[in-house]
């Protein structure tokens, strides 16, 4: 589309149609004076975030950019504001709109709890109901002094922002994990009878599917669904392999799983800071699995496999669908420790065929 401006356009007339008022600021150099209609700068020291017309309903869109810009310059919404966020509705918004203002929450914000207290005061998590879901979900409180799952979330959300390593990719990723962590326990959770506490069973891997459409409201990358939903099924693995000493095999297959074992311990320890007033002094789970996956080389990327077509054909196999089979059975015997190289990988699959029948 083609952009004209208006020559006779005052600036308030102008800056009337922004959306906030900290957005509605001109500055005009040849006087140096600032041109400030609706008080934006104002606002700006007060640390206020106010709409600057009844313009603002011209763009549902506004409510989720309120919602990045409470968290990325820690601001409070005017009650106005939220009064006619009320009134809107995101239903005829495309998702790639959707999907720009959550990463700029994800990888610009800095209280990304706030950002989605915002987006709960103005009535949008219905709108997306596998975070409304978190809302009033208890939690065992010995283990989750914090309150609900809601505010777990928010919690662990505000820990992995204060980690952030500044690779958009990266972050993106882990940040996603994170928000979508723990939505398997809305409809995994209750009171276990004989003991009082609550318990959410399988959580992790029954909030994938979950997860999976949360962010297919967004996106429809292929990508980010086989990476982030691998580290949802896959966070409270750390902890669990750390308490059980696990050897080689169990490491590898954990990051052939999740392909990139520092990325679920970033998850992990954004889980494990969630729950105020709880005080996380170390992550000996975390250091420990690294220090692993770094041993087997394995911490920034799954194990490759070793065998690949060109020995199979080397041994006089002809190609056809058995290759698949032959491959995936040796590569699981490679992450249980069968083989670490060529040599020996060859040498294991000549056994191994011995007994395929073709």
């Known amino acids: 589309f083609a952009v004209t401006g208006d ?61 990045q810009f409470v968290a990325r310059f820690e601001l ?45 005061a103005c009535n949008w998590l219905p709108y997306f109901p596998e ?26 959300l505000n820990a992995y922002a204060a980690n952030r390593i500044g690779d958009d990719w990266e972050d993106l990723i882990v940040g996603l994990a994170v928000l979508c962590h723990d939505f398997g326990k809305p409809d995994t959770s209750y009171v276990d009878s004989e003991t009082g506490r609550i318990r959410s069973p399988r959580h992790d891997v029954l909030g994938v599917p979950v ?8 996106t429809r990358q292929r990508k980010i669904f086989e990476e982030v939903l691998p580290l949802v099924e896959q966070h409270m693995r750390p902890l ?7 050897g080689d095999s169990a490491i590898r297959r954990l990051a052939a799983r999740v392909k990139r074992l520092d990325r679920l311990t970033r998850v992990a320890y954004a889980d494990k800071c969630g729950r105020p007033p709880i005080e996380v002094e170390d992550f000996p789970e975390g250091v420990w699995l690294l220090s692993r996956a770094s041993e087997l080389a ?18 006089g196999i002809k190609p056809g669908k058995h290759f698949g089979e032959i491959l995936d059975r040796c590569y699981e015997a490679q992450l249980d420790g069968a083989f670490d190289d060529t040599v020996s990988g060859i040498a294991y699959l ?9």
Not at 211 to 218: I, S, T
Not at 350 to 358: A, L, P, T
């Open 76 to 120: 409070t919404p005017d009650p106005a504001t939220i009064a006619l966020c009320k009134t809107l509705t995101p239903a005829h918004l495309p998702s790639e709109r959707l999907w720009e203002e959550w990463k700029k929450l994800l990888l610009k914000g800095k209280d990304l709890y706030a950002g989605l207290r915002f987006l709960k």
């Open 240 to 246: 669990a392999l750390f308490r059980d000493g696990a």
């Open 298 to 315: 394995i911490k920034d990327n799954a194990p490759k496999p070793i065998l690949l077509g060109r020995h199979l054909v080397d041994l």
């Open 211 to 218: 997860a999976q459409r949360f962010l297919e409201r967004f």
């Open 350 to 358: 000549r056994e191994f065929v011995k007994d395929f029948e073709f």
């Open 7 to 67: 020559p006779t356009m005052s600036p308030r007339e102008a800056a009337s149609r922004r959306d906030f008022s900290v957005n509605a600021i001109c500055y005009e150099p040849l006087e140096g004076q600032f041109i400030d209609p609706y008080d934006g700068r104002a606002d700006l020291q007060q640390r206020r975030l106010r709409h600057v017309s009844d313009a603002f309903t011209e763009d549902p869109l506004r409510v989720l950019r309120g919602m």
């Open 131 to 156: 975070l409304e879901a978190l809302v009033g979900c208890e939690q065992d409180p010995q283990w989750h002094p914090e309150g609900d799952v809601w505010n777990h979330t928010g919690h662990c």
